[in-house]
């Protein structure tokens, strides 16, 4: 176990130490959110309505947290995609060291990334007129859930990373990433789409994490109806746990066979 945590920590450091060189890439991470907070807060949220009442801008934000956790999932893929075409994969492979520690160190560094967008996207949200309102054990549990469907869908990526060698698949989990994001509760409430639609975006995953924020922040536009939005905050932890299941043994099992 000391091995395997030791040689996951140099990882993460290398991971992190790339980062640090193409800040570019954080820019853009970060930049993407924080125009889609721009857009939606002063462009078209003049148009929103949220159930309830309540300010748009305070509903905006916990989607748009939200949305920039799943933004994750094919920037992981991009970075295991481009180890594996280079090399550096197999050449970790051929060395003495704990096997785990390539997938845990990519996991650790994406994790780092996301708390440091959150940060950034937290300015903005305040800088917009958003704010928690529930008690601070509240906003940091709303937090951790949305850390926690981040490292949910980092192991999705690292697996489909693994899988491909085909860097159009990249493109593609680009694209599905917005359908993914837009057929959800995180820009408009779902009682506002067609009730077959409305059912599909409210078992969402993602809907679960956003609501499940909403509550928890205290901010507007969190009440539904059925059974999966009156219990959000269960589910905003068990779609992630589902996905966990899945693909952290896929992941292991893809990374043992590279080569075969």
């Not at 748009?64 to 197999?90: P, Q």
């Not at 054990?137 to 980092?154: I, N, W």
Request: charged share 10%.
């Amino acid at each position: 176990m000391r091995w395997a945590l030791e040689d996951g920590w140099t990882l993460t450091g290398r991971y992190l130490a790339q980062l640090a060189r193409r800040p570019a890439r954080l820019a853009t991470v970060v930049a993407f959110p924080i125009l889609m907070v721009l857009i939606f807060a002063y462009l078209l949220g003049g148009g929103m309505t949220v159930p309830g009442g309540g300010s748009y801008r305070e509903f905006l934000m916990p989607g748009m947290f939200a949305m920039t956790m799943a933004f994750g999932l094919s920037g992981t893929m991009i970075a295991v995609l481009d180890d594996a075409t280079k090399g550096v994969t197999d050449r970790f492979r051929s060395l003495p060291m704990a096997p785990s520690a390539v997938l845990t160190g990519r996991v650790a560094a994406d994790l780092v990334n996301a708390v440091l967008a959150l940060a950034v996207l937290l300015g903005c949200g305040f800088a917009v007129g958003w704010q928690p309102h529930g008690s601070l054990a509240e906003t940091f549990a709303a937090f951790g859930l949305l850390l926690l469907l981040r490292t949910a869908l980092v192991w999705a990526g690292v697996y489909l990373g693994l899988l491909t060698t085909d860097p159009a698949m990249v493109t593609l989990a680009q694209t599905l990433e917005f359908p993914f994001g837009f057929l959800s509760s995180a820009f408009v409430a779902t009682a506002t789409m067609p009730v077959w639609l409305g059912t599909v975006a409210e078992w969402n995953p993602l809907s679960s994490t956003v609501t499940a924020a909403r509550v928890l922040f205290g901010n507007p536009g969190a009440a539904g109806t059925s059974w999966v939005s009156t219990h959000a905050v269960l589910m905003a932890v068990a779609w992630p746990l589902v996905l966990l299941a899945v693909f952290v043994p896929l992941s292991v099992r893809r990374y043992g066979r590279l080569g075969n």
